[in-house]
């Protein structure tokens, strides 16, 4: 299973696994990394398989049996927070931040597109002036 994880991440369901809304801070995030490891690799879960993969140290281990270290310095464990942890809540996190990603993207290329329809028209109307430049002055 160790070997097929990293390989498998799209296609075999492994996503990154959301850090739950701390009760200390009540701050929450769309990944969480290893506390364990040096790595910089973000926590992969199997929603259906409930497993944990650190792609960096290849440790697995329970989803429950996960322990989280907020920034505020709060620790709690995968108990504490098991509503937020179902599968069907880290799928939910996984697919809106996709729909925030898709909608970053389809902005940028909006803005890119309108950018390059801006700069085509100045250009046209820059060819129609100089030409109509040419012609006038031909026609006097």
């Known amino acids: 299973m160790k070997g097929s994880v990293v390989s498998n ?21 769309v990944s969480c990394f290893h506390v364990n490891c040096c790595g910089s ?10 497993q944990s993969y650190c792609p960096d140290c290849r440790a697995t281990w329970g989803l429950m049996d996960s322990v ?4 505020c310095g709060a620790v709690f464990s995968a108990k504490d927070v ?11 996190a996984r697919l809106i931040e996709e729909m925030r990603k898709m909608s970053a ?5 909006f803005k ?19 030409l109509s430049g040419r012609v006038f002055r031909a026609l006097d």
């Not at 309108?114 to 002036?129: H, K």
Request: with cysteine; glycine share 8%.
């Open 68 to 71: 989280f270290h907020c920034l």
């Open 112 to 130: 890119s597109a309108s950018t390059s329809l801006m700069a085509w028209t100045r250009s046209a109307f820059y060819e129609i002036g100089r």
């Open 82 to 92: 098991e509503e937020a942890l179902s599968a069907d809540a880290l799928i939910r």
């Open 41 to 50: 690799t973000e926590i992969l879960v199997h929603p259906a398989s409930r």
């Open 9 to 29: 991440r799209v296609d075999g369901g492994w996503q990154p696994l959301p850090f739950p809304t701390c009760a200390g801070c009540g701050r929450g995030w």
């Open 105 to 109: 993207e389809e902005e940028a290329i």
